[in-house]
């Protein structure tokens, strides 16, 4: 299993250069709030906490395609039967994370990542969460939380610790069963998790750059305790020199709320699409929750939610996520203080400030019982603790500008005690303004747009990420100086001063300072920034850390907003099954684009060679038919599917408009195809890659797009099962990839190498899909209540050995398909199969 440990998550954000507006940060921006937030908060006051005396009780109903529904009179029972359930389908996945984030990954699987490459990714891992201090976080913060927290999280360790009781160590899921470290688990490893959780899209991505800050004048990251011998952080500096990827799998999604003016009944609905990886740490899990009088929850949350619905609905709203284009983080020039050899003191408001040091050791294993311990240092500034980037961010002599310098890192998530009551006061939310108030609250969605809807069909938007609140005046200042903004453009991260108190982080940019918007006809979100979340009403005057203004809309963004533009049947409204076809209707916006004008383009070619990006002269005439064709959709009998992938791949690298991006007409440019030698060598290029992977460029996607498990112990299953569904690339909507990088577990999967610069692999005979919709519903308020139909594409259960392994996946193989929701209490009876009443003695 060591072979698989992955050190990234494969839910972490990108804020790359992409997401910097540097030439304008501080222009337009306002402190002001963008709508006087003035609401209350009505949600129930009757829940009780703790269970009575400690004695847990949950009723679980199983119901079709293995989804649990948990019925208890208290929190600490109902997380307690949603910890059960949830273990039953994905123990090893929880368990996995735990010893991850208590930075126990070198003592069960040594020192590397890769076993024998020297990587020391697993020790890099267990030092940067100490150094972080999530653990210490974690058995601080507990007591601080509110006592609904603390009863869905000692009620999810005890639900977790009887499902692993019951069924003993050796008969759980093949995919971990007899591990040592699948061990009971205590309410602060389910804190220490979530804070970790927390920071996926930021601190967690630089364990590398933690683990190489040492002052100077060192040269060892870390040493033998028993005989002092130092790691060489030499061979770690080259394989950790660049600035991490913050979002390695592009992780993303799609939401719509849609308003009562644009909604046929008049009622709110909702489309929620996030896109997500198919296995790991982010997988997400079906289920419904109920304390009766008090609360009535339908939807799907990721792996470790104690209780509570990241994504669903209940009698009165319906809310979804996106991951926004904000900064969770930034970055901190340190000035050293020239007295100070050991380059440990830095400069702020022209005082020297001594960094602390803080002593950390772990256990790694050696071999088969035997292990040392490594001991080493982590050093930290009032701006956060020290990274080092080889290849840009350096400890000492600046290459540039020849100061001393050192940079920190600021993470506005370290600690976020807010997540589980800001989750559940979503899930108890009756009215947007309800919903609203929550985000007044707290801020612990962590690095999400949120979109919801309610009843009466009022939609709403907001970017509800932790963003360090850096005061306007410092931004006004930051915007000016010519060297922190080509420090910034270089790295794709803000990076801000860190000699002058006025750049500190006041906590987080408050909600009234966010990007918002109320509308009654739609708010939606594609991961581009917030300012399009309604083309009719752009949002602008917010911080420049939440993402770019004018930008141009990806793909995806503008196949989403022209079926927006479209509406739906009734009299341009929309009905459920309008939102369902839009949600699984596989279009794609490059393809209805372009498509016409490029087989006109190539066919006017005929069988004249092209060149290739090779060199190689191609006959396209075989591309040309296949073309003619493509039906114009990502489905499994499309021909010409692949084809145009492929050639998408290529567009993307060098497009080739009619009409260029104009700032002042986002949603309509660039368009109309430039029919020119560079989109026919596009296509060649295309038609050499598929051909010389041994592929027909005329097959149907279904033949060459499939989905394929690993087995227990990450081989091939040879079960390839065939995949409808667009890419990103071609501006798909219902997006799938194959990524084929780390899924943040150590749990054994295979992967097939890929083709350079496409996502195709010889070796898999096309796409193998790893990743994208995953938990997706249409759903609609009707008087009778909450309608709807979703998926979970990869199906409920990790565990192999599961009934509900691969139910789901196989329904969506057969045809792209959504399947009804159960709501309400009648409903769920009418497809029971499983009914059981858990008791247990509380953990606390």
Same mark, same amino acid.
């Given at each position: 299993m060591a072979e698989q440990y992955f050190k990234r998550s494969a839910a972490a954000l990108l804020v790359g250069a992409g997401v910097l507006t540097l030439s304008a940060c501080g222009d337009g921006y306002d402190p002001d709030p963008v709508d006087e937030v003035v609401v209350t908060n009505p949600a129930p006051t009757g829940l009780i906490t703790f269970a009575p005396d400690g004695e847990l009780s949950a009723d679980v109903t199983w119901t079709d395609y293995g989804v649990p529904y948990v019925k208890a009179e208290?929190?600490? =029972?109902? #997380?307690?039967g949603v910890g059960y359930a949830f273990a039953r389908d994905n123990i090893c996945i929880l368990a996995d994370q735990i010893i991850k984030f208590n930075s126990q990954r070198a003592m069960y699987f040594g020192p590397d990542q890769v076993p024998g490459s020297g990587d020391s990714g697993n020790i890099l891992n267990d030092f940067g969460y100490l150094a972080l201090g999530i653990r210490d976080n974690a058995e601080q913060g507990f007591e601080q939380i509110s006592e609904r927290a603390q009863a869905l999280i000692t009620g999810y360790a005890a $639900? !977790? /610790?009887? !499902?692993?009781?019951? *069924?003993?160590?050796d008969n759980i899921a093949p995919e971990c069963a007899g591990q040592p470290w699948l061990q009971p688990i205590t309410p602060i490893d389910m804190m220490t998790y979530a804070q970790g959780v927390a920071l996926l899209p930021g601190a967690a991505n630089f364990t590398g750059p933690l683990f190489l800050a040492v002052p100077p004048s060192q040269s060892a990251g870390a040493t033998n305790?028993? *005989?002092g011998e130092a790691l060489d952080l030499a061979p770690l500096a080259e394989l950790y020199a660049e600035v991490p990827d913050t979002n390695p799998t592009e992780s993303g999604s799609n939401g719509w709320a849609i308003g009562s003016d644009l909604s046929a009944s008049g009622q709110g609905m909702l489309i929620a699409n996030p896109h997500f990886p198919h296995t790991g740490n982010q997988r997400f899990w079906q289920f419904g929750i109920e304390i009766p $009088?008090? +609360?009535?929850?339908? $939807? #799907?949350s990721l792996s470790g939610m104690p209780g509570i619905v990241n994504i669903g609905f209940n009698e009165n709203v319906a809310w979804t996520h996106t991951f926004s284009t904000a900064s969770r983080f930034t970055i901190h020039r340190l000035t050293l203080d020239s007295n100070d050899a050991t380059g440990t003191t830095y400069m702020l408001d022209g005082e020297p400030v001594a960094m602390t040091k803080q002593q950390h050791s772990i256990e790694v294993a050696t071999g088969p019982g035997t292990f040392m311990t490594l001991q080493r240092s982590s050093y930290h500034s009032e701006f956060g603790p020290i990274i080092v980037i080889p290849n840009g961010l350096p400890w000492g002599t600046d290459p540039v500008t020849g100061q001393q310098v050192a940079y920190a890192l600021h993470d506005a998530n370290l600690p976020n005690y807010e997540l589980f009551d800001h989750w559940l006061g979503m899930n108890l939310a009756d009215s947007i303004e309800s919903y609203k108030q929550t985000f007044v609250d707290y801020t612990g969605t962590v690095f999400n747009n949120a979109m919801a809807v309610d009843k009466d069909g009022n939609a709403f938007f907001t970017d509800g990420s932790s963003v360090p609140n850096i005061v306007p005046e410092a931004l006004a200042a930051w915007s000016q100086n010519q060297l922190y903004q080509g420090l910034s453009q270089q790295a794709g991260l803000f990076i801000f001063p860190g000699d002058e108190s006025l750049y500190l982080p006041q906590g987080t940019v408050p909600f009234?300072?966010?990007?918002?918007?109320?509308?009654?006809d739609f708010v939606q979100n594609s991961n581009d920034s917030y300012w399009l979340t309604n083309p009719a009403a752009p949002i602008t005057g917010v911080s420049p850390l939440w993402g770019p203004v004018g930008n141009q809309q990806s793909f995806r963004s503008r196949m989403g907003?022209? +079926?927006?533009?479209? #509406?739906? =049947?009734?009299? $341009?409204?929309? *009905?459920?099954?309008d939102l369902v076809d839009r949600l699984i209707g596989n279009r794609a916006w490059l393809v209805e684009e372009v498509l016409a004008d490029l087989v006109t383009h190539c066919e006017a070619q005929g069988s004249t060679p092209v060149m290739t990006a090779s060199g190689a002269s191609v006959d396209i005439s075989a591309s040309c038919a296949a073309l003619a064709q493509f039906d114009g959709r990502m489905n499994l009998n499309s021909i010409g599917a692949m084809l145009f992938r492929e050639f998408a791949t290529e567009f993307r690298r060098n497009p080739q408009w009619q009409v260029a991006y104009d700032p002042s007409q986002p949603v309509t440019t660039p368009n109309t195809l430039l029919a020119n030698d560079v989109v026919l060598s596009q296509l060649a290029t295309a038609q050499e890659r598929i051909q010389n992977a041994g592929l027909a460029v005329d097959a149907t996607l279904g033949e060459v797009q499939f989905v394929e498990r690993s087995l227990p112990n990450g081989q091939p299953s040879g079960q390839k099962l065939p995949w409808g569904g667009a890419n990103n690339i071609e501006g798909g909507f /219902?997006?799938?990839? =194959?990524? +084929? #990088? /780390?899924?943040g577990t150590v749990l054994p999967r295979h992967t097939y190498p890929l083709l350079p610069g496409s996502v195709l692999s010889e070796a898999a005979g096309g796409y193998h899909i790893t990743y994208g919709s995953s938990w997706m519903f249409a759903m609609e308020f009707t008087p009778e209540g909450p309608v709807a139909n979703g998926l979970l594409s990869y199906s409920q259960a990790s565990d192999s050995s599961s009934d509900h !392994?691969?139910?789901? *996946?196989?329904?969506y193989s057969s045809e792209p398909q959504l399947r009804p929701l159960h709501f309400s209490n009648d409903d769920v009876a009418a497809v029971a199969e499983e009914q059981v009443t858990l008791t247990g003695e509380s953990v606390r």
């Open positions: 208290n929190l600490e =029972s109902l #997380g307690f $639900g !977790y /610790n009887k !499902y692993l009781a019951d *069924t003993g160590v305790k028993e *005989t $009088g008090e +609360m009535k929850v339908v $939807g #799907g009234a300072q966010a990007p918002q918007l109320e509308r009654s907003q022209k +079926m927006l533009a479209q #509406g739906g =049947s009734v009299d $341009g409204k929309f *009905t459920r099954e /219902n997006v799938f990839n =194959s990524n +084929m #990088g /780390n899924d !392994y691969l139910d789901q *996946t196989l329904l």
